[in-house]
């Protein structure tokens, strides 16, 4: 391995969900200079901040986990700010990255960039051969700029930056507000209130067919840190479990894990989103990399995390 532990990296979103985990995961591996700024010291949608950051700093590695994010309501509702926020903060850390000599860079991308009737599972290969889901749209438009940006500096100036797209991902330290969450905090947040408080139903959104995979965030931190140090691909990289079930056997499944009793009802006013997302990993697999966490140990262990109060309610 070509880094050691005292390689300057910057881990852009630390507090996030993924970011928190890349950082756990990097003190894991013995990495001791790691560095890391709140969205307060540092604006990433403002580029002569980021280029001053870049020249005082010197990262040697990027890791590009800082974006806006949200599920499927927070993804309808706030189009504008999801494409806005996430070109401006791809654009601007790319190119610093460029600027100042950094070779490689990991950015985090997403399974909504593929087509919404994609064949499944999903290769990389199908990306842009088909229209986009409407609720993810902005958001699945910046993240595929963000790993075309990546692809076109790798090509004119010879870098190893890497992009990789996650499946659905859960863990501690997720958000748990009910209007902006993803769907596994929400059914967490949920479920709980409604045992705490003897409520007999819980409702949820859409009709409960689609199907999502789900990946413990530490697993894909693990995915990550490996392919970023202990390859040197550049390959457009899907990360998952390569299964995937329905929103009612999740929702089951949470139900389980809080030890709710009640019935589970479906608001079909909600939208779905996209019928099915299940990525093919055959190529992450071929690489050497494997996702270790079952769903239900997983969420065995967001929700005791949960109720230690990790929870950003
Ligand atoms: O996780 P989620 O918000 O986003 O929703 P997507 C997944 C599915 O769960 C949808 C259903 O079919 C929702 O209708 N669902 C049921 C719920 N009850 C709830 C609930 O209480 N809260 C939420 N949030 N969902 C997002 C994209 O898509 O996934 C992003 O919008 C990104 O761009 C992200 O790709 C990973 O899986 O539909």
């Known amino acids: 391995m070509k880094y050691h532990a005292h390689t300057r990296i910057f881990v852009a979103g630390h507090r996030g969900l993924v970011g928190s985990a890349i950082c756990r995961a990097l003190e ?10 709140t969205s307060s010291e540092l604006d990433l949608t403002d580029g002569a901040r980021v280029e001053a950051f870049f020249r005082t700093e010197k990262p040697e590695l990027v890791i ?13 509702l706030y189009p504008a700010d999801f494409i806005l926020n996430n ?3 791809e654009s601007n850390v790319i190119q610093a990255a460029l600027r100042h000599g950094c070779d490689r860079l990991l950015f985090l991308g997403s399974s909504c960039i593929y087509p919404r009737m994609c064949p ?24 595929i700029a963000g790993l075309k940006m990546c692809e ?23 958000n748990y507000d009910l209007e902006t969450s993803h769907v596994i905090p929400a059914l ?11 409520v007999p139903q819980v409702v ?3 009709t409960g067919n689609p199907r999502r995979e789900f990946l413990y965030v530490d697993d894909m931190a693990d995915a990550c840190l490996y392919l970023m140090l202990d390859t040197d691909t550049c390959a457009l990289t899907n990360i998952g479990t390569g299964i995937d079930l329905t929103i009612r056997e999740t929702a089951e499944l ?9 019935e589970i009802v479906f608001d079909h006013t909600h939208p779905d989103g996209t019928p099915q997302k299940l990525l093919d990993v055959s190529r992450l697999s071929s690489l050497g990399w494997k996702a270790r966490t079952s769903l239900r140990h997983g969420l065995e262990m967001t929700y005791a995390a949960f109720l230690k109060g990790e929870a950003r309610m």
């Open 28 to 37: 894991k591996r013995g990495f001791d200079n790691l560095i890391v700024r």
């Open 64 to 76: 590009l986990a800082a974006a806006k994010v949200g599920g499927i309501q927070a993804n309808s």
């Open 87 to 89: 070109i401006a903060i």
């Open 120 to 143: 499944q599972p999903i290769r990389e290969e199908y990306l842009l051969t088909a229209p986009l889901e409407s609720t993810n749209e902005a958001y699945a438009l910046a993240k």
């Open 152 to 174: 076109a500096i790798n090509r004119q100036h010879a870098k190893h930056y890497l992009a990789v797209m996650p499946t659905n991902l859960y863990g501690p330290g997720d």
């Open 188 to 198: 967490i947040r949920k479920f709980h209130e409604a045992k705490t408080n003897r």
């Open 204 to 206: 949820l959104w859409g």
């Open 254 to 262: 949470v139900a389980q894990t809080v030890g709710y009793e009640g």
